[in-house]
């Protein structure tokens, strides 16, 4: 399974960027998938899941303010960031497994991570 981000990059406090996680290798539908973020000097920080059927989860820093999504016929898995704040900064990373869950350790595949930087 391969997983790959795009669509990080430096935008002002209050603005907006989407993600995308393009999956090659694996049946997507059937996966759960996961969007992480560890800033400098931080722990891998869960932020939001949805399943194979579209069921969706948030933590509360990014709750109303992200969403995340799927379209199984591109292979991609999406997160929608809205109202972006300065604490936001960090390297984001999409994850796959059979049944998404908040902790990094129970997701089997990776992708290699895209930077989000929010200025003030």
């Known amino acids: 399974v391969q997983l790959v981000e795009s669509g990080g990059g430096l935008v002002q406090a209050g603005g907006s960027l989407r993600l995308a996680c393009k999956a090659s290798g694996t049946n997507f539908r059937l996966h759960g998938m996961g969007w992480f973020r560890q800033a400098p000097g931080n722990q891998r920080e869960w932020v939001a899941t949805i399943t194979s059927g579209g069921a969706t989860t948030y933590a509360d820093p990014v709750r109303g303010r992200f969403t995340i999504s799927r379209d199984n016929i591109k292979r991609t898995l999406y997160l929608q960031m809205n109202s972006l704040k300065p604490e936001d900064t960090a390297v984001y990373y999409c994850?796959?497994?059979?049944?998404?869950?908040?902790?990094?350790?129970?997701?089997?595949?990776w992708g290699q991570g895209t930077q989000v930087t929010v200025s003030s």
């Open positions: 994850a796959a497994d059979s049944t998404p869950t908040t902790v990094a350790s129970s997701y089997d595949y």
